[in-house]
């Protein structure tokens, strides 16, 4: 199995080949300007992307861009200052990667990015219908800010719902054993689906 490659992205050319990627992932287009305050990280086998991730060290932060100036009055998380804060953005793997250690060497690859950035903060947003994501973002801790429909300005795109919400740069890292137990478990899902199929089709062949 081709090891992968991590490199942080520098050109235009490949941040926009980054955007179109997590576009075409996740259905969800980020602007080109989100570019100047965040670092790409993409993992690469051979010549071809096949997975990345954002970090925004600085503000202004888009997950909070969608939270309602309500919830920002009435959260404590917002009397917190901003510059402890980061944001995990435009997460996404391709669908090559299959085995559970592939995934959790991304995971693990953007979770010590993150601790090196030293932001106390660490701020996450998904689709709220993704069960997935929501079940990943739960193993670190986090907390939810808000969860409802993203207060969007005119041209934006994003999910229909989101959940915005928050960690520790120490709840990321000291739940790394929780996520590897649960990538192992998804491939020992994975490896029994394919043995259930391979048995159904035997059967059906012998009938």
């Not at 010549?47 to 997950?63: H, I």
């Not at 801790?141 to 795109?157: F, H, N, V, W």
């Not at 990538?183 to 394919?194: A, G, M, P, Q």
Request: net charge positive.
């Amino acid at each position: 199995m081709e090891a992968i490659k991590f490199r942080t992205l520098t050109t235009e050319s490949e941040i926009e080949f980054f955007l179109g990627r997590f576009e075409s992932y996740v259905g969800v287009k980020l602007p080109y300007d989100y570019a100047d305050r965040s670092t790409f990280v993409a993992g690469y086998k051979g010549e071809e992307m096949v997975a990345g991730y954002m970090l925004v060290t600085k503000p202004q932060f888009r997950s909070l861009m969608f939270v309602p100036d309500q919830v920002k009055r009435d959260h404590d998380f917002f009397k917190n200052e901003s510059y402890e804060m980061m944001e995990i953005n435009g997460v996404w793997m391709s669908a090559s990667l299959k085995s559970a250690s592939e995934q959790f060497g991304v995971w693990l690859k953007l979770i010590l990015d993150a601790f090196r950035c030293r932001k106390q903060f660490v701020l996450l947003m998904a689709n709220q219908r993704n069960g997935n994501i929501r079940h990943i973002h739960a193993m670190t801790g986090a907390k939810d800010i808000y969860e409802g429909e993203p207060m969007l300005t005119s041209g934006d795109k994003s999910h229909s719902t989101i959940r915005v919400s928050y960690t520790t740069r120490w709840s990321l890292l000291l739940n790394v054993p929780r996520y590897w137990f649960e990538y192992k478990s998804r491939e020992r899902r994975f490896h029994r689906r394919l043995k259930e199929r391979s048995m159904t089709r035997m059967v059906t062949k012998a009938s």
